[in-house]
């Protein structure tokens, strides 16, 4: 079974700190994607990563970047967090055309 | 890029009774439709996909239909049961599995 675990369920950080959320699959997939989830808004991907390395910009990659520097691992970084960035933070990853797996979210509050 | 839309937001059924959910997409290139139902606390998960070369797909008491021509797609669910109750979410997707559009998602509540 695929897992995708991310690092924390819960996380408070103050506004213009810089904040790391980790994502890691044990299943060798290729692409990886983070979304964040909103109220009313459904998912809305910021970025998501082909390869090693390899990034793409989503739909809302404002204020955000990212990391692969090892095809497991996909690191969302918020540069300077601001309180519009309180949301719920979801990881998910897959191979080729295969569906999408998700990690059990993060939820960040930037106070 | 693609734009799903999902309706209705809200949606109460009888125990037993069926539901519909449906979904809107804009671009005509699409050709993979998930989806997945979320509930409380938990993560999405995937429930059924369809690809664009056919038409109705069924695993049990659930079933999703596509209409190219119309560009839609829905989810039907027969014989509801309290455990259905989720929030659904269906989406879109012109590169395989590599890039998903989201609806804003379903709220499904059955009633006991």
């Known amino acids: 079974d695929v897992k995708v675990t991310q690092s924390s369920r819960y996380l408070v950080k103050r506004t213009g700190e810089k904040v790391f959320l980790e994502c890691v699959q044990d299943?060798?997939?290729?692409?990886m994607f983070w979304y964040r989830q909103d109220p009313g808004l459904g998912l809305r991907l910021i970025y998501f990563?082909?390869?090693?390395?390899?990034?793409e910009k989503g739909d809302i990659p404002e204020g955000y970047s990212v990391s692969r520097e090892k095809k497991e691992r996909f690191s969302l970084i918020l540069e300077s967090a601001s309180t519009n960035q309180t949301s719920m933070y979801l990881c998910?990853?897959?191979?080729?055309?295969?569906?999408?797996?998700f990690g059990d979210g993060t939820r960040l509050s930037i106070l | 890029g693609e734009n799903v839309e999902q309706h209705p937001s809200t949606l109460s059924v009888q125990e037993g009774d069926s539901a519909v959910i449906k979904c809107t997409y804009s671009d005509s290139a699409s050709n993979y439709f998930p989806w997945y139902k979320q509930e409380l606390g938990k993560r999405p998960q995937l429930i059924i996909d369809?690809?664009?070369?056919?038409g109705e797909k069924k695993d049990q008491r659930i079933a999703v239909t596509l209409n190219k021509t119309a560009k839609h797609f829905s989810l039907h669910i027969t014989e509801t049961q309290p455990e259905d109750s989720a929030v659904y979410f269906c989406a879109a997707s012109s590169q395989g599995n590599n890039r998903l559009a989201f609806g804003k998602g379903n709220q499904v509540v059955v009633i006991p």
């Open positions: 369809i690809r664009s070369n056919v």
């Open positions: 998910a990853s897959s191979q080729g055309t295969q569906p999408q797996h």
């Open positions: 990563s082909y390869d090693v390395k390899m990034k």
């Open positions: 299943m060798d997939h290729e692409n």
